[in-house]
């Protein structure tokens, strides 16, 4: 759905109704700017945009429309206050110590978290509760709006699972969309804004899904850790690939593939022969333009500090920074790079 036309004069207020296929505008211009008035009553499924001075400022549905509010987890390495502002739902995912479970962004924040890391603790995952995913729905559904729940893939987490279970609980299947992101990090990220932006723009959940599995067929995510023992204690080798490994001093390139699983890229043997072959991928995703580029990182930001400057020289191309999440983190350990590139369409 298009967006309201926009005026030129300096003081202008539109006020812009959407009646299904038909629309009203009305535009007063002048010197004290904004006017208020009331037009003729609009039926089921009106949109209304206020425009005042060229600036969208007011958008609201109403009748048969909802909003559609987006949620998200905490692996997008997102932080609460980033939730906050950008109007994004929140769920915390978990990480355990022992018999303490630790709600990210909430009870633990990755700092903290790679510290003690880097102290010795082992941390594992834990499974996301359906109800923690209710929670987040229920006011949503009861609101009377949609949403669309973008999450960690599937392939490495039972979150989407617990999604949809919760949307069962409140037979709410009709008015929320799980999205498995084959991804985490900076990859569900940015299909998580993707969709709010969309949504605010006036589009439906249909062209939103649609639109997110073509980003989502663009993007690649990869990374280099120091150590095998991360992967190993996170459930991601077998005691012999972790024996193999260490014994030959394997530091693989891993990935998120087709499936979302997060597997290995390539077996190399330095870490200096697999920055150069991750130099190679990031030429290759940038070798017809780049839509979004970020370096994930845990707690190593001088090392960091230098891959991203390498990346933003080989793709000619703005790079952001993305705190890899405690979740992700159980499986990485605390010294990590990792490319996300969003290759243009």
Same mark, same amino acid.
Not at 52 to 68: D, P, T, V, W, Y
Not at 137 to 144: L, N, Q, S, T, Y
Not at 191 to 217: F, P, Q, Y
């Given at each position: 759905?298009? #967006?309201?036309?926009?005026?030129?004069?300096?003081?202008?207020?539109?006020?812009?109704?959407?009646?299904?296929?038909?629309?009203?505008?009305?535009?007063?211009?002048?010197?004290?700017?904004?006017?208020?008035?009331?037009?003729?009553?609009?039926?089921?499924?009106?949109?209304?945009?206020?425009?005042?001075?060229?600036?969208?400022?007011?958008?609201?549905?109403?009748?048969?429309?909802?909003?559609?509010?987006?949620?998200?987890?905490?692996?997008?390495?997102?932080?609460?206050?980033?939730?906050?502002?950008?109007?994004?739902?929140?769920?915390?995912?978990?990480?355990?110590?022992?018999?303490?479970?630790?709600?990210?962004?909430?009870?633990?924040?990755?700092?903290?978290?790679?510290?003690?890391?880097?102290? #010795?603790?082992?941390?594992?995952?834990?499974?996301?509760?359906?109800?923690?995913?209710?929670?987040?729905?229920?006011?949503?559904?009861?609101?009377?709006?949609?949403?669309?729940?973008?999450?960690?893939?599937?392939?490495?987490?039972?979150?989407?699972?617990?999604?949809?279970?919760?949307?069962?609980?409140?037979?709410?299947?009709?008015?929320?969309?799980?999205?498995?992101?084959?991804?985490?990090?900076?990859?569900?990220?940015?299909?998580?804004?993707?969709?709010?932006?969309?949504?605010?723009? #006036?589009?439906?959940?249909?062209?939103?899904?649609?639109?997110?599995?073509?980003?989502?067929?663009?993007?690649?995510?990869?990374?280099?850790?120091?150590?095998?023992?991360?992967?190993?204690?996170? #459930?991601?080798?077998?005691?012999?690939?972790?024996?193999?490994?260490?014994?030959?001093?394997?530091?693989?390139?891993?990935?998120?593939?087709?499936?979302?699983?997060?597997?290995?890229?390539?077996?190399?043997?330095?870490?200096?022969?697999?920055?150069?072959?991750?130099?190679?991928?990031?030429?290759?995703?940038?070798?017809?333009?780049?839509?979004?580029?970020?370096?994930?990182?845990?707690?190593?930001?001088?090392?960091?500090?230098?891959?991203?400057?390498?990346?933003?020289?080989?793709?000619?191309?703005?790079?952001?920074?993305?705190?890899?999440?405690?979740?992700?983190?159980?499986?990485?350990?605390?010294?990590?790079?990792?490319?996300?590139?969003?290759?243009?369409?």
């Amino acid at each position: 759905m298009p #967006g309201p036309p926009l005026c030129q004069s300096a003081m202008c207020c539109r006020l812009w109704i959407l009646y299904g296929d038909r629309a009203d505008l009305q535009c007063w211009s002048g010197a004290r700017g904004c006017h208020i008035a009331t037009g003729r009553g609009a039926g089921p499924g009106w949109l209304l945009w206020v425009v005042f001075s060229g600036k969208l400022c007011l958008r609201i549905r109403g009748g048969e429309q909802h909003m559609i509010q987006v949620v998200m987890d905490t692996t997008t390495g997102m932080t609460r206050q980033e939730f906050d502002q950008s109007g994004i739902a929140m769920v915390s995912l978990y990480v355990r110590d022992g018999d303490k479970l630790y709600r990210e962004q909430v009870d633990i924040f990755p700092d903290e978290f790679y510290q003690r890391e880097r102290e #010795g603790l082992i941390y594992e995952t834990a499974q996301t509760n359906p109800a923690d995913l209710v929670s987040v729905f229920k006011p949503i559904v009861e609101a009377g709006d949609e949403a669309i729940c973008v999450l960690i893939s599937s392939a490495i987490s039972g979150s989407v699972n617990a999604a949809h279970v919760a949307v069962q609980m409140l037979g709410a299947e009709d008015r929320i969309t799980i999205v498995d992101s084959l991804e985490s990090g900076y990859g569900e990220a940015y299909l998580g804004h993707t969709a709010k932006k969309m949504a605010d723009a #006036g589009e439906n959940r249909v062209e939103i899904v649609r639109a997110l599995a073509d980003i989502r067929s663009r993007t690649r995510t990869y990374f280099i850790m120091e150590s095998l023992k991360w992967l190993f204690h996170g #459930g991601r080798l077998t005691g012999a690939q972790y024996f193999v490994g260490s014994v030959i001093k394997l530091n693989p390139i891993v990935w998120f593939d087709e499936a979302g699983r997060m597997t290995s890229y390539d077996k190399t043997r330095t870490i200096k022969v697999a920055k150069d072959h991750m130099r190679q991928l990031v030429a290759d995703c940038g070798k017809n333009g780049v839509e979004a580029a970020t370096l994930h990182w845990p707690d190593n930001l001088d090392e960091a500090q230098g891959f991203h400057a390498e990346m933003e020289e080989i793709l000619q191309a703005p790079v952001s920074y993305t705190k890899l999440s405690c979740v992700l983190g159980v499986h990485t350990g605390p010294d990590l790079l990792g490319p996300c590139i969003i290759m243009k369409a």
